[in-house]
Every structure is written in structure tokens, then in C-alpha cells.
């Protein structure tokens, strides 16, 4: 008889032998919530993920995620399952980069020239574009533009397209130059996922450059880093392993 894999898991972790105590211990305590039901349109899956929860209450993580716990996990698993015709990847690196424009662009052409409403488009964001993804008081506690190459700001990435014109042919509107930010492109269905690995990174050059409030070891800081990433945001192990999960589940990587 094969068993399904939360099933597998949460009786290794029952025995207490499936993770290291420090993992074990720096693992928020959740119930956890029977897998969700593959969603086939768009709105119908923005919705679930709204409602499914984000793990942002840590003290500790480790350097490598080695357990669901530890991540985004049933939010992923939900995005995974998504049954709609058109399935698409993006990724983006660096914050003055051109993957918010080639997002935008992608999803214009979809829904608006060959009439797929519900195409999903999936953001993975590390390096310097997942600085982003950090809330304006991880900035201001953590000093993140230490992080950014010189005359970068996560500031146009911040810009939601309330209030802007939505006609599809104007181009400064919605669909046009006020659409490129993170909040408009989530508000269009687009869903990013932040990586653990990137978070690592980050944390590490912080405790390098030093000044970091109350010195913390990396474990600790990792953990407040994440706790700090957009809700929305669904945080995975590693950027390029979640991408690698999709394109298995059917996801075409576009750019």
C-alpha cells in the first residue's frame, strides 16, 4: 500500500525521528489542513490561496528546508494542483529588470489577443528582485537597501494600479505603465513565490555588513526575514526546486 506523502511525513515526525531537534523546534506549531481540491479557473483559484495560510510566525530556520512545516507548503500544493489550459512561469532576478514588463506584456497577449482569461502566470523571484517581496518595516529594521546595487529601489515594484484608467489600449493605465508593480500584477492573478535559499543569502551579507538589531545568528535572522515576506507570496525551499515541482505538474517556463 502506498501512502500519500503528508501521511508519510506526519508519522515520521510522530516518532520524532524525522527531523533534527533545532528544525523540529524553530517550526511553527499548525494544524494541518487536508490537501486542497484542484481549482480549474483562475478567480476560483486566486480565491483558495487567499484564504489558505502563509507561515510567517518563525523564530528559527535552518539552512536548508527538509520539512513541509517549513515553508508555504500547502499553498503550493494548491498552485501545483491548478487544472487550467494554460500554465506559465516567469522569473525575475533584479530589481530594475525587465521581467515585470515581460509579465505584463505576457498576460496582455494571453487574455487580451488570444482570449485565455484564465491564464496563470507564476513569478519566481530571488537575488535582489525577492527584496521586493520584503515589507516596508523589514526595510526599515534591517536597513535592506544595503542589499541593492547602486541607484536600485524596490519602489516602482511596490505600486498598485488603483485608480488607474482600465482600458486595455491605454498605456499608462492598468495594462499599461501602472500595471508593473507586485501589487497590480497579484491583483490580475499573477502569483509569486519568494525563495528560502534567497532569504538565506540575504541574511548572511546582512550579518556581514553588520549593525544587525539585537545580533542575531543566521538561523534567527533568516526566520524574521521570512516573517517579513508578502503574505501573499507563497515562500518555497528554493526558487529553481518549485520550478522544477511545476514544469512536472505541466507549467511551461516562458522567460
Known amino acids: ?4 506523502r503528508r501521511q508519510l511525513i506526519a508519522a515520521a515526525a510522530s516518532l520524532g525521528a524525522f527531523l533534527p531537534l533545532a528544525a523540529r523546534a524553530a ?27 502563509r507561515r510567517r510566525e518563525f523564530t ?6 527538509d520539512h513541509p512545516d517549513l515553508w ?25 529588470g525587465s521581467w515585470p514588463v515581460e509579465a505584463q506584456n505576457l498576460l496582455n497577449s494571453e487574455i487580451f489577443a488570444f482570449g485565455h482569461p484564465d491564464a496563470l502566470l507564476v513569478m519566481a523571484l530571488w537575488g535582489e528582485a525577492q527584496l521586493a517581496l520584503y515589507d516596508e518595516a523589514a ?12 541607484g536600485q529601489s524596490p519602489l516602482p515594484l511596490k505600486q498598485s494600479a488603483t485608480g488607474s484608467s482600465r482600458h486595455h489600449q491605454d498605456e499608462l493605465g492598468a495594462y499599461g505603465a501602472a500595471g508593473r508593480g507586485i501589487p497590480a500584477l497579484q491583483a490580475r492573478g499573477v502569483v509569486f513565490l519568494a525563495c528560502h535559499n534567497a532569504v538565506w543569502a540575504h541574511a548572511g551579507r546582512l550579518l556581514a555588513l553588520g549593525a ?18 508578502d503574505k501573499r507570496a ?3 525551499p528554493s526558487a529553481l526546486g518549485a520550478l522544477a515541482e511545476l514544469q512536472r505538474a505541466g507549467f511551461s517556463r516562458v522567460f
Open 1 to 4: 500500500m502506498t501512502l500519500p
Open 27 to 53: 517550526r511553527p506549531v499548525l494544524p494541518t489542513p487536508a490537501p486542497p481540491a484542484p481549482e480549474t479557473h483562475l478567480p476560483d483559484l486566486s480565491r483558495q490561496l487567499t484564504a489558505l495560510p
Open 60 to 65: 528559527t530556520l535552518p539552512r536548508l528546508l
Open 72 to 96: 508555504d507548503d500547502v499553498a503550493f500544493d494548491a498552485l501545483r494542483a491548478y487544472r487550467g489550459a494554460e500554465r506559465m512561469i516567469g522569473t525575475g532576478t533584479a530589481l530594475s
Open 139 to 150: 526595510w526599515s529594521q534591517f536597513d535592506l537597501a544595503r542589499l541593492t546595487s547602486p
Open 212 to 229: 544587525v538589531p539585537g545580533n542575531p545568528a543566521q538561523e534567527q535572522l533568516a526566520a524574521q526575514l521570512t516573517n517579513h515576506l
Open 234 to 236: 507563497i515562500v518555497t
